[in-house]
Nanobody, 130 residues
């Protein structure tokens, strides 16, 4: 049984930083495409960042240059480092342990929230005040 435990969310002022973590059990990150998604109130879930089995990454245009996705294959933990946070980054953030061996370039970022393509964490709230 796959279990994902997220941590690291919170409230910060604009310009601040947070690092989200997602530790998995019953799952091996290094074998699959993985990612972070978010959902703001009244909006659909959207892809934030993905990391492929070869270490390649993709990012939503809105977070490029500010967020960094990484994973520690020894600790079996997925991370999202978020810098220069903006109020529009306020959302519930979810880690997703993928079920596909490849992210397909930007495919998973764009469509990963639209079907049964991964195991989802419980979510962690990020709130950025101006």
């Amino acid at each position: 049984q796959v279990q994902l435990v997220e941590s690291g969310g919170g409230s910060v002022q604009a310009g601040g930083s947070l690092r989200l973590s997602c530790t998995a059990s019953g799952y091996t990150y290094s074998r699959y495409c993985n990612g972070w998604f978010r959902q703001a109130p009244g909006k659909e879930r959207e892809g934030v960042a993905t990391i492929d089995t070869d270490g390649s990454t993709t990012y939503a245009d809105s977070v490029k240059g500010r967020f960094t996705i990484s994973q520690d294959n020894v600790e079996n933990t997925l991370y999202l480092q978020m810098n220069s946070l903006k109020p529009e980054d306020t959302a519930m953030y979810y880690c997703v342990a993928g079920k596909t061996p490849s992210c397909g370039g930007s495919w998973y970022l764009r469509w990963g929230a639209q079907g049964d393509f991964g195991y989802w964490g419980q979510g962690t709230q990020v709130t950025v005040s101006s």
